[in-house]
């Protein structure tokens, strides 16, 4: 079965960096693009970044543009969100995505907190 696993949150001070991963199993990884979303404390969640799997172009929220970077390991099935110059705003629980067969699976979330 699908199996996303976040890592890699927890709190930063406003301009510092922190680097998601999302480890995945349960289908063709290298055949899928992947995306982040985060979800912040009474607001739906959103899409922060996606990586195509074809040519591993990648489109951002203006919200994140410049600041945070998606990338994907194939060999190791993991994509990765470097997030640089974090603001308060970003604080929320990160989730991967991937669509499969035309289904959303999610993993359980990262909590990402940015606070002085």
């Known amino acids: 079965q699908v199996q996303l696993v976040e890592s890699g949150g927890g709190l930063s001070r406003p301009g510092g960096s922190l680097t998601l991963s999302c480890a995945a199993s349960?289908?063709?990884?290298?055949?899928?693009?992947m995306s982040w979303h985060r979800q912040a404390p009474g607001k739906e969640r959103e899409l922060v970044a996606r990586?195509?799997?074809?040519?591993?172009?990648?489109n951002y929220a203006d919200s994140v543009k410049g600041r945070f970077t998606i990338s994907r390991d194939n060999a190791k099935n993991t994509v990765y969100l470097q997030m640089n110059s974090l603001e308060p705003e970003d604080t929320a629980v990160y989730f991967c995505?991937?669509?499969?067969?035309?289904?959303?699976?999610w993993g359980q979330g990262t909590r990402v907190t940015v606070s002085s």
């Open positions: 995505n991937v669509r499969y067969r035309g289904f959303n699976y």
């Open positions: 349960g289908f063709t990884f290298v055949s899928y693009a």
């Open positions: 990586i195509t799997n074809t040519d591993g172009s990648t």
